[in-house]
C-alpha cells in the first residue's frame, strides 16, 4: 500500500470535518425550521432519540 502524503491527511480530514458540520447545521435546520410541518413532531423526536 503506499503511503499517503500529510498533506492528503490534511485534506481527507478538513473535507471529513466539513461534511460533519454541514449535517449537524441541516439536522438542526431541519428540527427548527421546518417545525410548521404535520411532521415535525415525529422528526424531532426521532432527532431527540438520534442524538
Given at each position: 500500500?503506499?503511503?499517503?502524503?500529510?498533506?492528503?491527511?490534511?485534506?481527507l480530514?478538513?473535507?471529513?470535518?466539513?461534511?460533519?458540520?454541514?449535517?449537524?447545521?441541516?439536522?438542526?435546520?431541519?428540527?427548527?425550521?421546518?417545525?410548521?410541518?404535520?411532521?415535525?413532531?415525529?422528526?424531532?423526536?426521532?432527532?431527540?432519540?438520534?442524538?
Amino acid at each position: 500500500m503506499p503511503q499517503m502524503s500529510p498533506i492528503n491527511w490534511l485534506i481527507l480530514m478538513l473535507f471529513f470535518i466539513s461534511m460533519m458540520l454541514f449535517l449537524i447545521v441541516l439536522m438542526y435546520y431541519l428540527n427548527t425550521v421546518d417545525c410548521n410541518m404535520s411532521i415535525c413532531k415525529k422528526e424531532t423526536n426521532y432527532m431527540s432519540w438520534m442524538w
